[in-house]
């Protein structure tokens, strides 16, 4: 079963506005990770957040991170139409297993032009 | 650097039959990590090498399997093909495996099962 779940399932805006897409989770984690992916491709690495972080920036990528809701958001400012694509959080369970990344079920985004 | 590469992309096979895909890492990367994913399901963990031996395994039957070879190139194998492993088969590499960084995604095979 998926450790993520993301929300909205999908979300539709204007080129220029801002994208908020949220996460939560069920057990207690090391980090985790936003991963982009264009219809039909693979996954892209978009950023990684550890448990002891709260917020990062890259680009105009803005996540934070809520150990104490276990929830998490990705915030993606002045959208274009290249940002359209699925997002997908993934988390590392903080339980002694090795590596084991646990996708949810993803967020589609529509960016008009 | 080049990344991670899959063969085949596309593959049609009819039930009963079997499947090997083929995964080459980044080079220098050790880990590969097995996915699954269908528009129902999602993103399914199937498996992970680590310098050729299974670390991690995922709720999946034995007739997934996979090895890694001492390249660190990896293979999975699918016997028995049902409709229901129609479906993207994506492979990722990383230097020590995703609970110290990020995963490198190849662009996957996708598996059609008639």
């Known amino acids: 079963s998926q450790q993520g779940e993301e929300d909205p399932q999908a979300l539709s805006i204007q080129e220029g506005e801002n994208a908020t897409m949220n996460c939560s989770y069920k057990?207690?984690?090391?980090?985790l990770q936003w991963y982009r992916q264009n219809s039909g491709r693979g996954l892209v690495h978009l950023i990684l957040i550890r448990s002891n972080e709260r917020e990062k920036h890259s680009g105009r990528l803005r996540v934070t991170l809520d150990t104490s809701k276990k929830s998490s958001s990705l915030l993606i400012t002045a959208s274009r139409a290249a940002d359209t694509a699925s997002y997908f959080c993934?988390?590392?369970?903080?339980?002694?297993?090795?590596?084991?990344?646990?996708f949810g079920k993803g967020i589609t985004l529509s960016v008009r032009p | 650097k080049a990344g991670v590469t899959q063969t085949p992309r596309y593959l049609i096979k009819t039930r009963g039959q079997q499947v090997t895909l083929s995964c080459s890492p980044i080079?220098?990367?050790?880990?590969v990590s097995w996915y699954q994913q269908t528009p129902g399901q999602g993103l399914q963990f199937l498996f992970e090498?680590?310098?050729?031996?299974?670390?991690n395994k995922g709720n999946f039957p034995g007739r997934f399997s996979g090895r890694q070879f001492s390249n660190s190139r990896s293979e999975m194998n699918v016997s028995t093909l049902e409709l229901g492993d129609s479906a993207l088969y994506l492979c990722a590499s990383s230097p020590a495996g995703g609970r110290n960084g990020e995963l490198f995604f190849g662009e996957g095979s996708r598996l059609t099962v008639l």
């Open positions: 993934a988390t590392d369970p903080n339980t002694g297993a090795n590596s084991k990344l646990t």
């Open positions: 090498y680590f310098s050729e031996t299974q670390r």
């Open positions: 057990t207690s984690i090391n980090n």
């Open positions: 080079s220098g990367h050790r880990s």
